[in-house]
């Protein structure tokens, strides 16, 4: 029987997140190359669409249940992924770099003694181990990196490696009841935020910054967001002066995001917002400077005022999906 | 209550990197160093839970690294931290190795609170408080941008994609701290002038590094200079098109 490599899922809202299918994808990719056997793990309550795993050529998922587990308890799920690993034997972790998958690789790393890479953005084979590439710096620079340690643990950032389809050969799902999990640490509610995406998980993403002039003209951000089903972001600038919550802003302090297309409208580009948003597949810049640094890294830019611009790319759009 | 905050030195945000001669570090030449941004908030919280709390809390500043770091232990000293102990290491590079110094250490002064900030804005894992919680089988909040104590029971919310999970747990516990938490106080000039006299406990780090082997260290590829399409709402329709197009986008 080949050693195990596991894709560690992450569902909410009993539906496994599109980033679950990522991982998956990553780890029968590598377990391909490395001669492993790829398996899925998740923890949770009710999870409707863990069939569509065998769409991405995983043989088989283990579903931890409990109904006190439909949302994340770091304990909890710590000791189901942690015993499972070490029950299976598994080589190699992959967790999805979210807010769950960042609480909760480190956990399990302490307890399998495993060595840790976070935000993978590319995860090759070479010499039968595996090299991670991952941005450090919020992505002013990046490391190839490998694990020295018997069991590794990689996260992947959303977004960036696309799911393959690739049909099961066999597909199972075991249900492994958890009696008496531990919640000594648990979430007791969730407080949803009034914007509708988040920049973190957003595949196109509409940013403002100071050259919004105030708050009170982000409607226009937020109109072509809509259009678009986009999330707003904001520069730390607008942040900092209190337009915009601390949750949008992209950057060194905020969050780095690579979405297919980044829209930034009246920001210049400094230094710490190019790091969290360079390595976007497309960026749009609009802002009056025609000399801003922004301009450098777009790949089409308009250097007109946003408030024209604006108003007008989104009745543009509009009438194009219309 | 003892209460630890373990800080790092990070190079400022306005850094423009360069790569070292070994192809596996920055060049430190001309960097500015700063305290990394989110320790601030960790530092502030576990002041104002000393406040809060009263008696005969101790807050102790603890980091791991070379000599540079005494000034921005200093600089925690100088906001209102008790005691600093600098864990004396110029090798790790890996936050498993960082985080077995720092709860060895936590577990020598006897912390049953501990802030951190989220993440260290240089390698960025943001992984560090979780480790050392799971190392000394405390509780951890990761993330946290609000927090209340109440005994030993702890109710903190943490950020995460698209809102705010409320996360009970109890002491002991790490907490780690994301901007918004708290306003980070300024330093007095009666908190620097006492921070100068202070004393900065220096002991070895432990010397295990860690399981990360970095292999190279280089600058993402860099674009080419876009298009510019226009200077007014002209060009907005030719935009469009590429985006559709071209790119495939939208």
Redesign the interface.
């Known amino acids: 029987m080949a050693e195990k490599i596991l894709a560690v899922l992450e569902q909410r809202e009993v539906s496994l997140k599109k980033v679950s299918f990522e991982s998956a994808s990553v780890v029968v990719s590598l377990s391909n190359q490395l001669g492993l056997s790829a398996e899925a793990v998740v923890v949770g309550n009710e999870i409707t669409n863990l069939n569509d795993l065998s769409k991405y050529g995983i043989g088989k998922v283990a579903h931890f249940k409990n109904e006190q587990l439909a949302n994340y308890s770091p304990t909890a799920y710590t000791d189901a992924i942690a015993s499972f690993a070490k029950e299976t034997g598994a080589k190699i972790l992959v967790f999805p770099n979210t807010a769950m998958g960042v609480d909760l690789a480190p956990r399990v790393a302490v307890r399998l003694n495993a060595g840790v890479v976070m935000d993978c953005m590319k995860l090759e084979v070479k010499d039968n181990d595996v090299v991670a590439t991952r941005p450090v710096y919020a992505g002013k620079a990046l490391i190839d990196v490998k694990l020295t340690s018997d069991i590794k643990i990689f996260t992947i950032r959303p977004n960036v490696f696309k799911p393959q389809n690739v049909d099961s050969t066999s597909f199972e799902i075991n249900v492994q009841p958890v009696d008496n999990p531990n919640l000594k640490t648990r979430v007791t509610s969730f407080k949803k935020s009034e914007g509708k995406l988040d920049v973190a998980e957003a595949d196109i993403i509409v940013s403002g910054g100071r050259g919004m002039k105030g708050p009170e003209n982000f409607h226009l951000i937020e109109e072509l967001a809509d259009v678009l089903g986009a999330a707003v972001g904001a520069s730390r600038a607008v942040v900092d002066a209190g337009w915009r919550p601390h949750r949008e802003q992209v950057g060194q302090t905020g969050k780095t995001v690579s979405p297919s297309l980044y829209i930034a409208c009246g920001i210049s580009g400094a230094i710490q917002h190019l790091a969290g948003m360079s390595s976007s597949k497309y960026i749009v810049a609009i802002n009056k400077d025609k000399d801003a640094p922004i301009f450098n890294v777009a790949d089409y830019g308009i250097a007109g005022d946003v408030f024209e611009i604006l108003p007008a790319l989104t009745e543009e759009i509009k009438k194009l999906k219309s | 209550m003892k209460i630890a905050v373990c800080i790092s030195q990070v190079?400022d945000?306005?850094?423009?990197?360069k790569?070292g001669a070994d192809h596996?570090s920055?060049d430190p030449t001309g960097v500015t160093f700063i305290i990394n941004?989110?320790d601030e908030f960790a530092i502030e919280e576990a002041l104002k839970t000393k406040e809060k709390i009263g008696g005969d809390s101790l807050v102790y500043v603890l980091s791991v690294g070379d000599d540079s770091v005494k000034e921005t232990l200093r600089k925690a000293l100088a906001m209102g931290a008790d005691e600093a102990i600098l864990l004396k290491d110029s090798n790790k590079k890996?936050?498993?190795g960082i985080a077995k110094a720092l709860a060895d250490e936590i577990k020598n002064l006897g912390c049953e609170l501990v802030f951190m900030g989220k993440q260290s804005?240089?390698?960025?894992?943001?992984?560090t408080g979780?480790?050392v919680?799971?190392?000394l089988g405390y509780?951890?909040?990761?993330?946290v941008v609000d927090f209340k104590l109440d005994g030993n029971k702890i109710i903190a919310?943490?950020?995460?994609?698209?809102?705010?999970?409320?996360?009970?747990?109890?002491l002991p516990a790490v907490i780690t701290a994301?901007?918004?938490l708290n306003e980070p106080r300024y330093a007095s000039l009666k908190g620097i002038m006492a921070a100068k006299k202070k004393t900065i406990a220096e002991k070895p780090a432990n010397d295990f590094n860690?399981?990360?082997?970095?292999?190279?260290?280089?600058?993402?590829p860099s674009?080419q200079?876009?298009?510019?399409?226009?200077?007014?709402?002209s060009?907005?329709?030719e935009?469009?098109r590429?985006?559709?197009e071209e790119?495939k986008?939208?």
Do not use: W
Not at chain 2, 13 to 17: F, K, M, P, V
Not at chain 2, 121 to 127: A, E, H, L, T
Not at chain 2, 213 to 219: G, K, N, Q, V
């Open positions: 190079p945000t306005a850094t423009r990197i790569i596996k920055i941004p989110y890996d936050s498993f804005v240089d390698f960025d894992s943001g992984i979780q480790l919680a799971e190392m509780n951890c909040v990761s993330v919310e943490r950020e995460i994609e698209g809102g705010r999970e409320v996360v009970e747990t109890e994301q901007k918004g860690g399981y990360t082997e970095i292999l190279d260290m280089h600058l993402p674009k200079p876009g298009r510019i399409l226009g200077t007014d709402k060009a907005v329709p935009l469009v590429l985006l559709r790119a986008v939208i």
